[in-house]
Every structure is written in structure tokens, then in C-alpha cells.
């Protein structure tokens, strides 16, 4: 599953080729993601028991930071977004975390 899962992600950056400032919203959204999981875990004591949980919360960045981008890039990130949500569905549930 993982592997179609990376060939969504690929599949999906072939389509946002030239988009510098939708790629800004996705890096940004990941390493904010990492940050705060990596803060969560040093202060908090709390580590992820999911992958997935780092990869749906960097997904709520983009969809809360999509409004930035112009009409036509949030377009080209609803598709992509479309297309890895597409991807996600397929993980078995038993693999999601219960929080999500």
C-alpha cells in the first residue's frame, strides 16, 4: 500500500511542476508538521504512534494555508490533494490511527 501511495505523491508532483508557490505551501506545511511533532515529543512526551498522523496533519496545513495561493495554484493543489486523499483512502483501517 505504501508503494501506491508514493506513486500518488509522484504522480501528483509531475502535475504541480512549476508552481513555485504551491511547492512553498507543501514544504511549509511538512516541516511545520515535523517541527511540532519533534516538539511534541521532546517536551510533551508524546511520539506518533502513526506515520499517517504526520501526513494528515500536514495535510490540514495546506488546506488551511491553500487560501494564499492564487485561484489558479489552490486548483492545482485541489488536485493534488484530490489525488493523495484518493491514495489515503486505500490504507487499510486498521493502519489509521484511532485520532485521526
Known sequence: MA????????HG????RGKKRVWMVLF????WTLW???????????????PLQVVYRS??????WKMFLKEEEQRVLDDWLEAILEKLRQVKPNVLPADI
Open 36 to 50: 511540532l511533532v519533534r516538539n511534541d515529543w521532546v517536551f510533551k512526551d508524546i511520539l506518533v504512534s502513526s
Open 3 to 10: 508503494v501506491g501511495l508514493i506513486s500518488g505523491v509522484i
Open 59 to 64: 495535510l490540514s496545513f495546506v488546506l488551511r
Open 28 to 31: 511549509a506545511s511538512v516541516c
Open 13 to 16: 508532483v509531475v502535475r504541480i
